[in-house]
């Protein structure tokens, strides 16, 4: 039987982005890994940064790393292959101990997970005896092991405020907590970490944007620089800024992030016109259609965690989704 008229129905899911060949061109691919998913009972997990391919063609569950996490504890299935990053796979295999969780690039990380390590957290312990260590979850397993709680660009706040204590150390995103602590009364001391994509926005960047397309509302990340954050409408996690477009439905908008989540977003949304400055993830965009076929394929790359790291990191995991 044709395989064109499937092809066809999927297409429909990103004809604003992409030329019709351009979809076709994946036919291999994409029939390959919606077999390969019911052979292994597996499930795709990918992250709103992920090419609209991905996004729309083969991903059964979508979101931020806060609503990627929350459906992870909820997944009946043998295999989870999380298209995103390292620290993403590692959250979903900490809720998952019992799967096998595959990420089809090893080597796609984060900058933020990489700006600190258990031996800081240690140092800091030391250094602000007492203070709770709040930790967004973009980092390893073994810190989010020696942190009290996790939090998401999307509930960080809230954390904050949930701990009753006038002072906490959130790490390891610099300007997460510059942002938060804009909003809150309780002070936050910050680390050094930044997000190689976010931090290359300026403030600049805004008024060049509202002076080259009148009236554009300008969403934007909270990993952003404070200066940003100002200058911008609104500031929310992609989850926020997805219900603020289609709540609010702005004629023009730009998303202040990386560059695929208007493209991902953009189909439910036609009478809205995105204004697309593009800074791309380079971790990201390691992961591809051809990449998840050879994950399920063969296996590959198996993502295992320490259990006695495992224990105290889906402690601080577990903490913030219960809040
Ligand atoms: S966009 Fe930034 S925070 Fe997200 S994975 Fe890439 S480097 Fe990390």
Redesign the pocket.
């Known amino acids: 039987m044709s395989s064109r008229p499937l092809m066809s129905s999927f297409y429909d899911r990103v004809s604003h982005i992409m030329p019709e060949a351009e979809w076709l061109s994946h036919e291999d691919d994409f029939l390959a890994i919606l077999e390969l998913k019911r052979a292994r009972n597996a499930v795709i997990l990918a992250?709103n940064?992920q090419t609209p391919e991905i996004f729309h063609g083969v991903a059964d569950i979508v979101g931020d790393s806060l609503a990627l996490a929350r459906k992870a504890i909820e997944i009946d299935a043998d295999v989870i292959v999380l298209a995103?990053?390292h620290?993403m796979a590692e959250t979903a295999k900490l809720l998952n101990p019992g799967k096998t969780v595959l990420i089809p690039d090893m080597e796609a990380?984060?900058?933020?997970?990489d700006s600190i390590t258990p031996e800081d957290i240690e140092l800091l312990r030391q250094t602000h005896p007492g203070v709770p260590i709040i930790t967004y979850v973009?980092t390893s397993a073994a810190v989010k092991a020696v942190s009290d709680i996790c939090c998401t660009s999307g509930n960080a706040k809230q954390v904050v405020e949930s701990l009753g204590v006038p002072k906490v150390l959130m790490i390891p995103?610099e300007y997460l907590a510059q942002n938060v602590a804009r909003e809150t009364d309780v002070k936050i001391i910050a680390w050094h970490g930044h997000?190689?994509?976010?931090e290359l926005f300026h403030a600049q960047d805004v008024r060049d944007l509202r002076e080259a397309y009148p009236g554009v509302v300008v969403l934007a990340h909270p990993?952003c620089p404070p200066e940003v954050v100002a200058e911008a409408d609104f500031a929310g996690s992609t989850a926020v800024m997805s219900d603020y477009v289609g709540n609010k439905k702005p004629a023009r908008v730009v998303l202040l992030?990386?560059c695929s989540m208007s493209d991902n977003i953009a189909q439910q949304h036609p009478e809205v016109e995105f204004v697309r400055p593009c800074n791309l993830?380079?971790?990201?965009k390691r992961i591809t259609l051809s990449n998840i076929r050879q994950a399920l394929e063969e296996n590959r790359y198996e993502v295992t965690v320490d259990p006695a790291i495992a224990v105290a990191a889906r402690r601080a995991v577990e903490r913030m989704l219960a809040l």
């Open positions: 992250h940064y995103g990053v620290f990380g984060c900058s933020l997970a973009n995103d997000c190689e994509v976010h990993e992030t990386e993830c380079p971790h990201m």
